[in-house]
Nanobody, 115 residues
Framework: QVQLVESGGGLVQPGGSLRLSCTGS????????MGWYRQAPGKERELVAG???????NYADSVKGRFTISRDNYKNTVYLQMNSLKPEDTAVYFC?????????WGQGTQVTVSS
């Protein structure tokens, strides 16, 4: 079975940094496209950053220049480095991948940016 487990969320002040991690089982990250999504209360889930099996990346305009997605295929882990955090970044962050025609999501990790 495919399982994705996120970690690294927490409470941080505006301007601070966090690094989220997503470790997978039942899926080989080196041949998989991966993504980070987030969902704030009352809002739709949105794509934050994506990385292909070939290493190409893309970002939402709202986080471009502040967030960086990366992967470590040996550890079967994908990271999201979040810098210069803003209150509007507050959300539950989810790891995502697709195997065959099926979508797989992690359980989510809470990120709260507040003073």
């Amino acid at each position: 079975q495919v399982q994705l487990v996120e970690s690294g969320g927490g409470l941080v002040q505006p301007g601070g940094s966090l690094r989220l991690s997503c470790t997978g089982s039942g899926v080989i990250f080196s041949i998989s496209n991966m993504g980070w999504y987030r969902q704030a209360p009352g809002k739709e889930r949105e794509l934050v950053a994506g990385i292909t099996s070939g290493g190409s990346t893309n970002y939402a305009d709202s986080v471009k220049g502040r967030f960086t997605i990366s992967r470590d295929n040996y550890k079967n882990t994908v990271y999201l480095q979040m810098n210069s955090l803003k209150p509007e970044d507050t959300a539950v962050y989810f790891c995502y991948t697709k195997r065959s025609v099926y979508d797989y999501w992690g359980q989510g990790t809470q990120v709260t940016v507040s003073s």
